[in-house]
């Protein structure tokens, strides 16, 4: 069939329920002149709000592809059709601790300056921070991380860190560790301490993002009564843990270059996706950024089912009619596929040129073939310039359910980051 600018559409149709293909709503032979012109604009990239991080992460530049279009918008209330752009700028991070205590395990820091700014830039010392502007019971939700540095103490021996933070880094801690102290015992006191130190409640839910630690965050979790998450949606964790590579590791005396991390992120093969996660039809779509941010904001009250994202801590600065690639999933399940879908930590989206797929990424470690397409040069093509839209985006992307490709309502929506696995 044809769609009403001219372009073609592949369309796979089996029934609902008899197969394993999502509808697959494709124009096609659009992009291919457009993705053949290269330009040279900065890439978006994040960093937190100026508020909260004082020290500028390094911010990568590359050429990106300029194109006019994916798809025709779906008719969300909000759509435009307008190109892509590749130009955004993005505000400086900074960084603010509350106070510092020397590390038991890290070697003594050289210093010339005075003693406030070798207390504040000191990267051998611990940090605790509590935002005096937060209600200490509002901050119900941490993000942990408990891995080792590339870092040697005097010992010569790999230091251990605990890094805490909620998504809005009201709350900020970090303590180092001797290699030989590693376990749910010291983790769950650590939490303990942390309650103390700030006056602040045990969460109802930590959130963390490496497998390999899921049995010692677990059992010191459920200890205290605490619902562990596994989750890449760790984002604000991730990124900070980005940021202190470059202002604190990197400084540290014991520093190791080119020490491989000790806990790699898992990166599995792709599995079938479960029967209550199909949906009838997809495609790709798009939203003006100013739309993203609106719909971010009103999230809670305009959708029953989602997540959205703090664009303001993020740092995010992008032209407001630069146009986010999104994936528009319809269905005549949509509440329940939408409910479903809410009761997992959606983390991203990756089209999959090789395999002619796409592929959705939950939790820490699970991958699913969401959906896949006939592998030919106009859908490689379309493919490719959605996967180069989001680079183009830093990252940024959504995922909205619909009971019609056509509606004007979504019944779920989830704005995604995606993210390189940490430094460290």
């Not at 959504?398 to 056509?406: E, P, S, T, V």
Request: net charge negative; hydrophobic share 35%; aromatic share 8%.
């Amino acid at each position: 069939m044809t769609d009403e600018g001219g372009g073609e559409r592949a369309i796979a149709e089996n029934e609902e329920g008899g197969g394993n293909t999502m509808h697959i709503v494709l124009p096609i032979g659009e992009l291919n002149e457009n993705l053949q012109t290269k330009v040279s604009s900065p890439m978006a990239s994040l960093s937190f709000s100026p508020s909260r991080i004082r020290h500028p992460p390094v911010q990568s530049h590359k050429s990106t592809p300029n194109f006019n279009s994916l798809l025709k918008p779906i008719k969300f209330p909000f759509h435009l059709c307008r190109p892509f752009s590749t130009k955004s700028q993005l505000k400086p991070s900074k960084y603010s601790p509350n106070s510092v205590s020397e590390s038991s395990v890290s070697l003594p820091l050289e210093a010339d300056t005075t003693e406030d700014e070798e207390e504040e830039d000191d990267p051998t010392a611990d940090m605790t921070y509590l935002d005096p502007e937060t209600d200490p019971e509002s901050i119900t939700e941490w993000e942990l991380d408990f891995c080792s540095r590339p870092i040697l103490d005097i010992r010569g021996k790999k230091i251990w860190e605990l890094v805490v933070c909620d998504d809005s880094l009201s709350l900020q801690y970090t303590k180092y560790f001797p290699n030989n102290v590693i376990n749910s015992i010291t983790l769950k006191d650590a939490i303990v301490s942390i309650c103390d130190e700030l006056g602040v409640p045990l969460p109802d839910k930590i959130r963390y993002f490496r497998s390999q630690m899921q049995t010692i965050i677990t059992k010191a979790c459920k200890e205290l009564g605490i619902k562990p998450i596994p989750s890449k949606r760790c984002l604000s964790l991730l990124l900070w843990l980005e940021e202190r590579y470059e202002t604190v590791y990197m400084r540290h005396p014991g520093f190791q270059k080119g020490s491989k991390p000790l806990l790699a992120l898992d990166n599995p093969f792709p599995t079938e996706l479960p029967d209550n996660l199909y949906g009838e039809k997809w495609a790709f779509v798009q939203l003006p950024f100013s739309a993203i941010k609106e719909e971010a904001a009103s999230l809670e009250t305009t959708f029953a089912f989602g997540a959205s994202l703090d664009l303001d801590l993020l740092g995010i600065e992008i032209d407001e009619k630069t146009l986010i690639p999104g994936l528009a999933i319809s269905t005549s399940r949509a509440q329940p596929l939408a409910a479903w879908m809410n009761g997992l930590e959606v983390c991203s989206i990756e089209a999959d040129i090789a395999r002619a797929c796409l592929t959705l990424s939950v939790g820490i470690s699970t991958r699913y073939i969401y959906a896949s397409f006939k592998r030919t040069p106009e859908t490689a093509n379309e493919a490719e310039a959605w996967e180069a839209a989001k680079k183009a985006a830093g990252g940024l992307h959504f995922l909205a359910i619909q009971d019609d490709l056509d509606s004007e309502d979504c019944v779920g929506f989830w704005l995604l980051l995606e993210l390189p696995p940490p430094p460290v």
